[in-house]
């Protein structure tokens, strides 16, 4: 009996060592790519928010002006980080979940390195005034093909993997990515033929474009991230997840209320009037999916809180499940129809929401991802637990400062722009106070992204520590600040007794 | 569950939304019906919005240069917001010949245009009425196109906007040297000795676009909600 356990164990590691070593060079594309691409929409960030309040800052060249620069900002946010690091960690879980190797590595890759040309022709596109002026989906009319093949090249695998897997339980974390990668060729398919290739009413593709926006937040990032969180918190803490049913609640009712938000951006505007309502009532309703999910999340982790403290993957993870629930409070807060609607319609908050919702939820769950899937497809550990914590600490600084200033900043200028007997500069000059924190707040970010990329370059070269014990964040200062050192691995690459 | 239940189950709850909230309303918009000027008035004449300009095009550099991450073309209604009590948003409250213009923003208003550039952000002011607002207040009596040449050029030059945060769009003009006669176009700002400052075409496209953006005509009954006061100029 021991030994058929012992046994399968060793065969268990051995295939969770193959899949690994199969998927190392795509995976490490995306992540390393995607924080590349992170740190230049930092920069981007810092350098149109400075325009904000200082409007003679690296003034009067064509490509730094601040429309231009506010929109590449954003777009290699979701496009060059935002769905990069989802592709690495969407490749990597589903694999690990269906128990398959992965057999296309060669074509994601491939794939990978077109998604970036994509992303890069589509920045430097906007960047030289080529952009097409509607939110979120600037890149020139001739990228979005690109994109949409290569995403296709990239995640079809994972689904042909689900499909040959060995019978069995189908896990949660496999219903809300496979559900993100259907929703969101879906979403982007519809809004770009319907906006680049048969134009109708304008004001409805305005529509069409704020519902595209709500889309991608709510049906890629939001699944992705709390697919990744539910895979990570009990793998982790060891623990099963606290309700499941309660999580298949929360993935139905995201998958029936989130299609129908989004346009609730175009209040007032002549489109039909229910589908302002229909907008607001849906994002309101955005707290169940988050907060059922949320709180399943923290029970399960919460068991042992010093396994959260100390393990960098449950530490950033948890850190953006809290994230998500201030979305959660903040998407009700701001689209209350009547109330705060009209404060928040054309403020700087629906910016502060756009960065809440892809940096600290999405992003931070991310970063926990990475910090658990690196160590294992390069076989090495992290660096330094000094590294992680300066990534940890600045991030949350800054993310927490551009939310707050960002929404409440937001609120403050709308009730300004809604105080019509006063003057219009009036409104104008009370964003100068919130724009001149949300720069600084960025420069927290980019110093803290510094370290995150330096770390997981070195973790690419497969300049980790060769160990057999993880970087774990503890405190005090004695010894290394590498961590413990542990047994050093000898064992040649890929034999599974190294895992 | 299996792999089938939920694949149709997926679709069908995005589905409906998509069908409901995307396709429907958009095919239902592609063509506007026609509206009557007046209804039941006889003479079945249809409303004809009017903008003239250079639409298509200057409303490319508008998109292209990011006007609308900070100006907004949306006059809300009253139940949304406070838009359309400002004096000179929805049109002219105290307009010399028609009495007060303001009205709030209709589905004809973006003729000419593939998307409407609604914005994102009010850091600038809303620009629905702007080249109505140039005429009667900020070149009053003067030439609104070069008023507009000189704003793009540097939104900072006239003493009450100082501390206006609109970025120059200095390269969308040329320093030429002057041959012959200076151009119209030229702008009065301190420049070298012989030489001037003309817009590129982009600029006199983005002016061009600009200029159209008078979006307090007269609308059909029925879509205009001024009280009945506010409608009829008053007599001298």
């Known amino acids: 009996m021991s030994s058929e356990v012992f046994n399968n164990l060793e065969q268990d590691s051995a295939l969770r060592a193959s899949i690994d070593r199969s ?156 559900a993100a990668m259907i929703w969101f060729p879906w979403v982007f398919i519809t809004a770009n033929v319907l906006l680049h290739m048969m134009p109708g009413n304008p004001v409805m593709a305005a529509g069409i474009n704020a519902w595209y926006k709500s889309s991608l937040i709510f049906l890629f990032f939001t699944p992705v991230a709390l697919g990744t969180a539910f895979y990570l918190v009990p793998k982790v803490s060891g623990r099963p997840i606290h309700s499941y049913s309660l999580a298949q609640l929360g993935f139905w009712s995201l998958a029936v209320i989130m299609p129908w938000a989004g346009m609730q951006k175009l209040t007032g505007a002549p489109i039909p009037y229910f589908l302002p309502y229909l907008g607001a009532t849906a994002t309101i309703l955005f707290f169940v999916p988050a907060f059922t999910a949320a709180v399943n999340i923290l029970r399960t982790a919460m068991t042992d809180p010093e396994v959260v403290n100390n393990s960098p993957t449950l530490r950033f993870t948890m850190a953006g499940v809290v994230g998500l629930i201030v979305m959660a409070v903040a998407a009700v807060f701001l689209n209350i129809p009547g109330k705060t609607m009209e404060f928040s319609q054309f403020s700087m908050s629906v910016y502060g929401f756009e960065i809440l919702a892809i940096y600290a939820f999405f992003s931070f769950v991310m970063f926990g991802a990475i910090y658990f899937i690196v160590p294992r497809v390069t076989r090495r550990e992290w660096l330094s637990r000094r590294l992680i914590k300066m990534h940890f ?61 330096m770390h997981l370059t070195v973790m690419w070269l497969r300049l980790g520590r060769r160990s057999t014990h993880p970087t774990l964040l503890v405190s005090g200062h004695h010894g290394s600040p590498h961590g413990e050192e542990g047994d050093i691995d000898n064992c040649g690459s890929g034999t599974a007794s190294a895992h | 569950m299996s792999f089938r239940t939920f694949i149709l189950s997926l679709s069908a709850s995005f589905g409906v939304a998509w069908l409901a909230i995307v396709i429907v309303p958009y095919f239902k918009m592609r063509s506007l019906e026609p509206v009557a000027v007046e209804e039941g008035d006889g003479t079945n004449a249809v409303y004809i919005p009017k903008r003239a300009g250079r639409i298509a095009d200057g409303a490319e550099v508008y998109a292209a240069n990011g006007c609308y991450m900070c100006h907004s073309q949306l006059i809300r209604p009253t139940y949304a917001g406070n838009d359309m ?53 900020y070149a009053k009596g003067g030439n609104s196109e070069q008023w507009l040449f000189g704003h793009l050029y540097n939104p900072r030059w006239e003493a009450k906007r100082r501390d206006s945060t609109c970025p120059s769009f200095r390269f969308l003009f040329n320093v030429t040297e002057i041959k012959g006669n200076p151009s119209d176009n030229a702008l009065p700002f301190p420049v070298e000795e012989g030489m001037e400052i003309t817009p590129k075409p982009e600029a006199r496209a983005l002016v061009s676009y600009l200029l159209s953006l008078k979006k307090d005509q007269p609308v059909p009954t029925s879509f205009n909600f001024a009280p009945p006061t506010a409608a009829a100029p008053t007599a001298p």
């Open chain 1, 23 to 178: 998927l190392r060079h795509p995976v490490m594309f995306f992540l390393t790519s995607g924080a590349a691409w992170l740190a230049v929409s930092i920069i981007l960030g810092v350098i149109s928010s400075a325009k904000v309040h200082s409007p003679g800052f690296l003034d009067g060249f064509g490509f730094l002006t601040y429309g231009r620069t506010q929109a590449a900002h954003l777009n290699a946010l979701i496009y060059g980080w935002g769905f990069q690091a989802a592709f690495g960690v969407i490749v990597w879980m589903l694999s690990r979940l269906s128990r398959q190797e992965c057999r296309a590595a060669g074509m994601i890759l491939t794939a990978g390195h077109i998604w970036n040309l994509g992303v890069s022709v589509g920045i430097i596109g906007i960047l030289a005034g080529f952009g097409t002026g509607m939110p979120w989906m600037e890149f020139p009319s001739f990228c979005w093909p690109v994109l949409l093949l290569s995403y296709f090249a990239i995640v079809v695998w994972s689904l042909v993997q689900f499909k040959v897997r060995p019978e069995g339980h189908v896990y949660i974390s496999q219903w809300y990515l496979m």
């Open chain 2, 85 to 137: 009590f400002r004096p000179d948003w929805g049109g002219i409250a105290g307009d010399e010949d028609r009495g007060d213009t303001r009205r709030e923003t209709n589905a004809f208003d973006f003729e000419g245009e593939d998307f409407a550039h609604i914005g994102i952000s009010r850091l600038g002011s809303d620009l629905s009425n702007l080249a109505r607002r140039i005429e009667t207040d």
């Open chain 1, 393 to 453: 600490f600045f991030s949350i600084y800054g993310i927490v400062s551009i939310a707050v200033i960002a929404i409440f900043g937001g609120v403050q200028q709308g009730i300004g722009q809604e105080a019509f007997d006063q003057p219009w500069l009036e409104a104008a000059l009370r964003a100068y106070p919130y724009a001149v924190f949300i720069t600084i707040a960025w420069c927290f970010i980019l110093f803290s992204n510094i370290f995150f990329f």
